[in-house]
């Protein structure tokens, strides 16, 4: 009869001893699952994903430019937390010309020291000019849709009706009798405007009239170029320093020619002239133009008139 009493006194000690061990877990994982606390973090910053299974992010810590899913526990339970996209719905051109819908801010979650998922809500002030979009991310067998930030790339392409940039279409448009004509130099986006005698057709290449007296038929960017619509002059003009923009006499009717790069800025540049703009080598003189091999032919030359000078005036070693 003792034996049993005593029996049954360690069954229930062991009974008491788990179920506070219970308890003392229940409280651990309930601490584990408090609210997010939006730390202030850097981005591209690493987190160890040593807490798993507790938790796992799938693109490794903050980093903006993946999108990423994050598994979590929490209150027993299993977790999903995706990168998603907030703020305002703005649209932007890729290099394609192609429409792309994004969104000004992203949502980044990960995981922190105490292995459950926090977040850091961040936007193009903080990770540079871009936006946010969503793409299918398979995470351990399971899709799911999370956003990532993309950097806009700056570039401008012209267009036989305008120009295209990261930031839209602009499009060459007639105001009364001024046309407005958009072109590219380099990455940058040039407006230019030009004052119409008779009238203006932003789809007959801007000035309607007779156009008459071209100087450059060959449009050679070489070569300084004039033309007149009804009477009035509209020469090549230059579009920065490295660019010239040129015009030509099609049927009687003027039209826009994409615009034409000189070449490398530091050897060739544009210049505006009496006659019109045209390329030039940045080192021509005397008639000769400035090529790499004549200026490695100068330097060459200069060089060895600088050693001549040096042993010139170098002491004597004879006796």
Do not use: H
């Amino acid at each position: 009869m003792k034996g049993g009493v005593y029996m049954n006194k360690i069954s229930l000690g062991i009974g008491v001893s788990l179920l506070v061990l219970l308890v003392v877990v229940s409280v651990s994982l309930s601490t584990n699952s408090s609210s997010f606390t939006g730390n202030v973090v850097a981005e591209g910053t690493s987190f160890s994903n040593s807490y798993s299974p507790y938790c796992v992010d799938s693109d490794g810590g903050y980093n903006s430019a993946v999108a990423g899913v994050v598994r979590s526990i929490s209150g027993g339970r299993v977790l999903y937390s995706v990168d998603i996209c907030e703020g305002k719905t703005i649209q932007y051109y890729d290099l394609s010309g192609k429409v792309v819908t994004g969104k000004t801010q992203i949502r980044e979650f990960y995981c922190n020291g105490s292995a459950q998922s926090d977040l850091k809500d961040s936007t193009d002030s903080e990770l540079g000019g871009g936006y946010c979009v969503s793409e299918t991310v398979l995470s351990e067998g399971i899709n799911k849709t999370a956003g990532k930030w993309v950097t806009i790339t700056s570039f401008c392409n012209e267009t036989s009706d305008g120009v295209i940039t990261s930031r839209g279409r602009f499009r060459n448009s007639c105001s009364g009798r001024t046309y407005v004509e958009y072109s590219c130099n380099g990455s940058i986006k040039m407006a230019s405007t030009l004052n119409c005698s008779n009238r203006c057709d932003a789809t007959k290449s801007g000035c309607v009239g007779t156009c008459a007296g071209e100087t450059d038929t060959e449009n050679n960017m070489n070569v300084a170029g004039n033309l007149t619509v009804d009477g009035v002059g509209m020469p090549d003009r230059c579009r920065g320093s490295s660019y010239v923009k040129q015009y030509t006499c099609v049927n009687n009717a003027v039209a826009s020619l994409p615009s034409q790069y000189c070449g490398d800025s530091t050897i060739r540049r544009c210049v505006e002239t009496a006659g019109g703009a045209r390329c030039e080598n940045r080192f021509a003189g005397s008639g000769t133009e400035a090529t790499l091999s004549s200026l490695s032919e100068a330097l060459a030359a200069l060089e060895a008139r600088v050693s001549a000078l040096e042993a010139a005036s170098a002491p004597s070693t004879s006796g």
